[in-house]
């Protein structure tokens, strides 16, 4: 059985964002999340904060929470909860500058814009994109509003739309560093790792300390497999902003991908010391711990990485791995069954639960498990190489060849797929076969053996 797991995060959705207000040019940040086995990479959206005519502030902007207001306002006041970080707050404020009939078009527009953002904040998109259509009727070359509505096109897959008003932002900004920056996040979830490059590249060619635009150079990089190149970038970030800890982490996959472990331990390490409420980065150190067999300290990360996030549904997976190699397959299992309860289709998880539950002599069970994650994903050779193992233990030569046959077309040095059929082969009468198998997968894995005696399952002397 093979246990494969990537840990990688992403940005959930695209809400950085640009506010415009007479003589202010600020950003908002967003959260992110983490994704676990295709590998997805971090986009780091977060726009710089300008003030005024200012040089671009080295500084992120600071989300502080602002109460609802519950009593009339004066305009100052609702202007700075109308573009203050509570999403609640800042919906009434600019809700009450809207409706007030004082103010004039472009701050009208203003108003719009900021309560789009809020309402983005609450994942209300179809309220935050009839703002932004406001906001642009209002002020027809409002390039933030542009950006802002790009922003939620994209958090919803609608690139055409958010390509469109990338495009349009650029357009009436050609010297906007992070609106590349945001296009070039775009196209990176869309595949377009040339094109993304080429944006990041403009962006930090306009803006040689745009840290976010390197790290998600970086990032593209490293998706394509340039490692060193991406390295390169994640050592400039840091470099600039010693505090980034995306840019630790970034780098720390990207040593992964290279498997120098031990400097992605370090990086992970260096990234939860800066944002100790980086669920995701103690997945990735835990999955690199789990790499060099240090399973305690696996389990540890898995374990923080939960109580920050218990609806990390591959976190269960991961630790389901590492309690199985402890071989406590109960407590294996009880992950397993949560990571399925969480996400009905998570072929990973049944194609885990199956093997466990094999261990365990749960085989019919098990066998539900690995005909469910081949539906999920057919042809997976862990899966089936996974059920040729249930088919032996339930006596069933016919079904553990068959299985076993498939995985050694895609693999024809699997020792534990030699060794299996060779056990069916043997059930079925077939001796020499069976030895000529069995001997095959000892020289490629001399204790084969003591490993399916360890499942429960020997041959015959």
Known sequence: MNYEVNCRSYLGAFL??????????????????????????????????????????????????????????????????????????????????????????????????????????????????ADFNQAIQLEPDYGGAFSNRANVY????????????????????????????????AFAFMGKFEKAIADFDRAIQLKPENTGALNNRGSAYDSIGEYQRAIADFDKAIELKPDDAEAYSNRGNAYTDEHQYDKAIADYTQAVRLNPGDASTYCNRGLRYLAKGRLDEAIADFDKSLRIRPDLIEAYDARGIAYHREDKEQLAIADFDQAVRMKPDDAEAFSNRCFSRALVGQLSLALEDCNQSLMLRANDAATLNSRGLVHLKLNDAEGAMADYDSVLAMNPVMATALYGRGLAKQKSGDAAEAVTDMEAAKAIQPDVAGQFAKWGVTGKP
């Not at 676990?36 to 710089?48: E, G, I, N």
């Not at 902007?61 to 109460?67: A, K, M, N, S």
């Not at 958010?162 to 906007?176: C, E, G, S």
């Open 16 to 129: 950085s964002f640009y506010r415009l207000h007479p003589g202010i040019f600020s950003g908002k940040c967003a959260n992110v999340r983490c994704g676990f086995f295709s590998v997805k990479r971090h986009f780091d959206t977060r726009p710089l904060c300008l003030a005024g005519n200012a040089a671009p502030a080295a500084v992120w902007f600071v989300v502080l929470l602002f109460p609802v207001a519950t009593s009339a306002q004066s305009p100052a006041d609702n202007w700075a909860r109308c573009e203050g970080s509570n999403p609640d707050a800042s919906i009434a404020a600019c809700t009450a500058l809207i409706e007030s009939g004082k103010e004039d078009n472009e701050n009208q527009a203003v108003a719009f814009n900021s309560r789009g953002i809020a309402h983005s904040m609450k994942n209300q998109q179809d309220q935050a994109i």
């Open 154 to 185: 994209a958090a919803r897959g609608d690139f055409d739309r958010a390509m469109a008003d990338y495009n349009r932002a650029i357009q009436l900004k050609p010297d906007d560093s992070d609106a590349y920056n945001f296009r070039g996040v």
